[in-house]
């Protein structure tokens, strides 16, 4: 079955720019991730979606950064206002439930100049 | 507060040869622990995860990890390793139980010799 899919692969922004990343979960996925992985580092956590409800949004480094899950299935995660500390790989996961392995998508690589 | 530590950045092993990567983990209560790998430009793929019961989990490609709650450790192992396991591994653990994120390390890049 398809797996979880991110949209774009890649980006590049303005520095000040708003940029907005896609999510799609496999369906049916309760719970949705949203991890940010500097280059040679590993993912760290944003925030966490069950279904629509946002439980923890602890990870996410400012208020430029906003995550909605409106229908409980696709996620878009927003940033406002790029900053050139922006740039990273945005991870994406998913799972059936809270305490079940996530299934990551291939990520968004966004650089901001 | 949850972390975990891989402490070797990058392991050259030759394509036949054993492998073990080294996880520690720092948790308050029993830990979901998970190895992932993850390949150039591309997302994690779960290898193998722990979450009670039996000490020894199998997982996929043939890699195995064993917990070790005295130690503080889950070692990712693999008997005779292949040109194609040449990636990045990560540990993980978690979620957290009422925060639902996991903690990742720093990562281990493997690299295969012919």
Redesign the interface.
Known sequence: GAG?SQSPRYKVAKRGQDVALRCDPISGHV?L?W?QQAL??????LT?F?NEAQ??K??LPSDRFFAERPEGSVSTLKIQRTQQEDSAVY?C?SSLM??Q???????TRLSIL | AQSVTQPDIHITVSEGASLELRCNYSYGATPYLFWYVQSPGQGLQLLLKYFSGDTLVQGIKGFEAEFKRSQSSFNLRKPSVHWSDAAEYFCAVGPHTNAGKSTFGDGTTLTVKP
């Open positions: 979880v719970s991730f991890y040679g580092q590993g993912p760290e956590f966490y069950q439980l923890d602890s990870g991870l996961a809270r305490f392995p996530q299934h990551f998508g291939d990520g």
